[in-house]
């Protein structure tokens, strides 16, 4: 059974509550940082694991957004000016040398 908002919700602010108290507890110098760090890591969210198709599938959905956006600041006449060119073409050199 897939989780609603409302549980997800729920379990942030749960882990939220008890990662104030365990980082208060620390710096009353009840818990040691080594522990907090342990802490630390269980209070991480899941990372999401992606096939190849999938993480394919993202980058191509990535690059048509990044085109469209740069189609739709080119038709309402948004391009970079002379100076900002310039001066991107300085920074480029700079992380030449």
Do not use: Y
């Amino acid at each position: 059974m897939p989780i609603s908002n409302r549980d997800l919700i729920m379990k942030n602010s749960i882990i939220s509550v008890m990662h104030e108290t365990a980082k208060g507890l620390q710096d009353a110098g009840v818990m040691t940082d080594l522990t907090m760090r342990e802490f630390d890591v269980l209070c991480l969210p899941k990372v999401e694991e992606f096939t190849p198709n999938q993480i394919t599938e993202l980058q191509n959905a990535w690059q048509i957004a990044e085109i469209e956006q740069a189609i739709r600041e080119a038709d309402a006449g948004d391009f970079a000016s002379d100076a900002e060119i310039s001066a991107s073409w300085e920074n480029l050199a700079k992380l030449e040398k």
